[in-house]
């Protein structure tokens, strides 16, 4: 199973941008499914951004569709998430999941993450001025 690790989050102002990390160890990205999920406080967590391994497929929360970008370099182990145009309702905890791909990637990300085993512990991101 792998380890995830997020990094990057941290406070910013509305409008502004951050990027985060996730890096895995344990194994390779190979036919993963990277999905990027988040949570507020007193929110169920949602299904930000996933991409495939297979051919690079992508899904995006309509929340964030036009601002958000995902891509990832199996060759680091690592996935991204760069979040430009950010808003205060972007606040939550980003975590990271993988998930070996059984189906497509709308279907596996378009959910709290229940389709995921492997998880980072998350990192906060705070949109405020």
């Known amino acids: 199973q792998l380890q995830l690790v997020e990094s990057g989050g941290g406070l910013v102002q509305p409008g502004g941008s951050l990027r985060l990390s996730c890096s895995a160890s344990g194994g390779t990205l190979d036919y993963y499914v990277i999905g990027w999920f988040r949570q507020a406080p007193g929110k169920e967590r949602v299904g930000v951004s996933c991409?495939?391994?297979?051919?690079?497929?992508?899904y995006y929360g309509d929340s964030v569709k036009g601002r958000f970008t995902i891509s990832r370099d199996n060759a680091k182990r690592t996935v991204y998430l760069q979040m430009n145009s950010l808003k205060p309702e972007d606040t939550a905890v980003y975590y990271c999941?993988?998930?070996?791909?059984?189906?497509?990637?709308?279907?596996?990300?378009?959910?709290?993450?229940?389709?995921?085993?492997?998880w980072g512990q998350g990192t906060q991101v705070t949109v405020s001025s």
């Open positions: 999941a993988a998930e070996v791909q059984f189906t497509t990637v709308q279907a596996m990300c378009a959910t709290t993450g229940t389709l995921f085993g492997s």
């Open positions: 991409i495939t391994d297979s051919d690079g497929s992508t």
